[in-house]
């Protein structure tokens, strides 16, 4: 029989998340950091409007491009917490998750050759999209002595006259990585020589946690809007990943292409999310904060256990992981995750899930409760104690 696979989805592997996620759901007594999903409940007001309209029978479709109500509460969120101004008619649209909006971004603005630029290490879905929307991936090795930020040396070495898109994937998954002003500042003027477009993905804008300042987006810099598709959703910063919903707010050329792939492929989000989303942003912001500073107390403890143990790790300042070194061991990303697992029942990712250059680093989240840091962070204590008993 004829092989009925396409040879691209062939040449996609398997998200490296997931293997030891799996791993340790079979495994009693087991604790995983290793999956970013907030250790919140969504807060109580939203799920509650979520089961009203329920209640209410507003189980219909919505336009495709969601709620009018959600895309303007949206436009002022953004503008409000982040100076970016949009048309909710036209330059926004809500989608199952910030993934869907990654995926149809890059189908809408690829031809096959275009070469798209994508720092690593960094979340896992950049890659297999690019590939599945027929485009080139081209990997910018992020490197730890600039905590994992991107340089205009390393975004100007990388270019080339097939370069279409960058790839801004920051706050950080995996590394916790943030861009300041003058960083995206450096980075627009190569955008802006070269012509490049810019797919930021901003999820974890609401998780940082530099003193006395805030995120900010590219999209609001001179000459980059009109560049830039902005990626962002409800499932870090409100704890809402099973509610699956997404935006991408960006230049309405780009976004009408999106709606057309989001009709054919999805037709729209889910209703009930989006009444949900609508009630957070209203009134959620008070759980944002409490989030956040929770966030930020179990970032520092993590910080702190691994100054105490002698593990290497740079100070992140956004979303919810850690990016500690084990080069010292003599062993693979893979193989130290492994054995971790095994001795001391401690799930976390290898650093090489997010990129080759993630070799040598292991994912830490610590978006789990501060008793569950505490028992793991013991067990990682003990085992890094063994290792470096073994090598003397």
Same mark, same amino acid.
């Given at each position: 029989m004829r092989n009925p696979l396409s040879q691209t989805i062939e040449t996609v592997p398997f998200s490296g998340i997931r293997k030891f996620f799996d791993i340790v759901s079979e495994m009693k007594d087991a604790i995983s950091l290793g999956v970013g999903e907030p250790d919140f409940d969504t807060p109580w007001h939203i799920r509650d409007e979520g089961i009203y309209t329920l209640?209410?029978?507003?189980?219909?479709?919505?336009?495709?491009?969601?709620?009018?109500?959600?895309?303007?509460?949206?436009? +002022?969120?953004?503008?409000? @917490?982040?100076? *970016? =101004?949009?048309?909710?008619?036209?330059? !926004?649209?809500?989608? #199952?998750?910030?993934?869907?909006?990654?995926?149809?971004?890059?189908?809408?603005?690829?031809?096959?050759?275009?070469?798209?630029?994508?720092?690593?290490?960094?979340?896992?879905?950049?890659?297999?999209?690019?590939?599945?929307?027929?485009?080139?991936?081209?990997?910018?090795?992020?490197?730890?002595?600039? +905590?994992?930020?991107?340089? @205009?040396?390393? *975004? =100007?070495?990388?270019?080339?006259?097939? !370069?279409?898109?960058? #790839?801004?994937?920051?706050?950080?998954?995996?590394?916790?990585?943030?861009?300041?002003?003058?960083?995206?500042?450096?980075?627009?003027?190569?955008?802006?020589?070269?012509?490049?477009?810019?797919?930021?993905?901003?999820?974890?804008?609401?998780?940082?946690?530099?003193e006395g300042k805030q995120h900010v987006s590219i999209a609001s810099l001179p000459g980059m809007k009109e560049r830039t598709v902005v990626i962002n959703g409800f499932s870090k910063s409100h704890a809402m990943t099973g509610w699956r919903l997404g935006y991408a707010c960006g230049p309405r050329v780009i976004l009408e292409q999106m709606l057309k792939i989001h009709q054919y492929a999805i037709m729209c989000a889910p209703t009930n999310s989006q009444y949900a989303a609508v009630e957070a942003l209203k009134n959620g912001d008070a759980d944002v904060e409490r989030m956040r500073n929770e966030y930020d107390g179990r970032r520092r403890y993590l910080?702190?256990?691994?100054?105490?143990?002698?593990?290497?790790?740079?100070?992140?300042?956004?979303?919810?992981?850690?990016?500690?070194?084990?080069?010292?061991?003599?062993?693979?990303?893979?193989?130290?995750?492994?054995?971790?697992?095994?001795?001391?029942?401690?799930?976390?990712?290898?650093g090489t899930a997010f990129g080759a250059c993630g070799e040598g680093f292991i994912r830490i989240s610590y978006a789990y409760s501060l008793d569950a840091l505490r028992l793991a962070l013991e067990r990682v204590d003990h085992f890094v104690t063994r290792l470096r008993m073994r090598e003397q």
């Amino acid at each position: 029989m004829r092989n009925p696979l396409s040879q691209t989805i062939e040449t996609v592997p398997f998200s490296g998340i997931r293997k030891f996620f799996d791993i340790v759901s079979e495994m009693k007594d087991a604790i995983s950091l290793g999956v970013g999903e907030p250790d919140f409940d969504t807060p109580w007001h939203i799920r509650d409007e979520g089961i009203y309209t329920l209640e209410k029978g507003r189980t219909f479709y919505t336009s495709n491009s969601g709620l009018k109500e959600l895309r303007i509460q949206i436009a +002022e969120y953004l503008k409000r @917490r982040f100076g *970016l =101004e949009y048309d909710y008619q036209h330059e !926004t649209l809500i989608t #199952v998750g910030g993934s869907e909006a990654i995926d149809i971004a890059m189908r809408a603005m690829l031809d096959p050759g275009d070469e798209v630029l994508i720092p690593q290490p960094s979340y896992v879905s950049y890659e297999p999209c690019c590939v599945l929307a027929n485009g080139t991936p081209v990997i910018i090795e992020l490197k730890a002595e600039n +905590e994992f930020r991107l340089t @205009r040396e390393e *975004l =100007e070495a990388a270019i080339t006259p097939k !370069t279409k898109l960058l #790839v801004l994937p920051f706050p950080n998954n995996p590394t916790g990585a943030v861009m300041e002003r003058e960083d995206l500042e450096a980075v627009a003027e190569v955008v802006i020589k070269h012509d490049l477009f810019v797919l930021s993905d901003e999820i974890y804008a609401e998780l940082t946690y530099l003193e006395g300042k805030q995120h900010v987006s590219i999209a609001s810099l001179p000459g980059m809007k009109e560049r830039t598709v902005v990626i962002n959703g409800f499932s870090k910063s409100h704890a809402m990943t099973g509610w699956r919903l997404g935006y991408a707010c960006g230049p309405r050329v780009i976004l009408e292409q999106m709606l057309k792939i989001h009709q054919y492929a999805i037709m729209c989000a889910p209703t009930n999310s989006q009444y949900a989303a609508v009630e957070a942003l209203k009134n959620g912001d008070a759980d944002v904060e409490r989030m956040r500073n929770e966030y930020d107390g179990r970032r520092r403890y993590l910080l702190h256990m691994f100054e105490k143990m002698g593990l290497s790790c740079f100070e992140p300042f956004g979303a919810f992981y850690v990016f500690p070194c084990i080069k010292e061991f003599g062993m693979t990303s893979e193989e130290f995750a492994t054995e971790l697992l095994r001795e001391e029942k401690v799930a976390v990712v290898p650093g090489t899930a997010f990129g080759a250059c993630g070799e040598g680093f292991i994912r830490i989240s610590y978006a789990y409760s501060l008793d569950a840091l505490r028992l793991a962070l013991e067990r990682v204590d003990h085992f890094v104690t063994r290792l470096r008993m073994r090598e003397q």
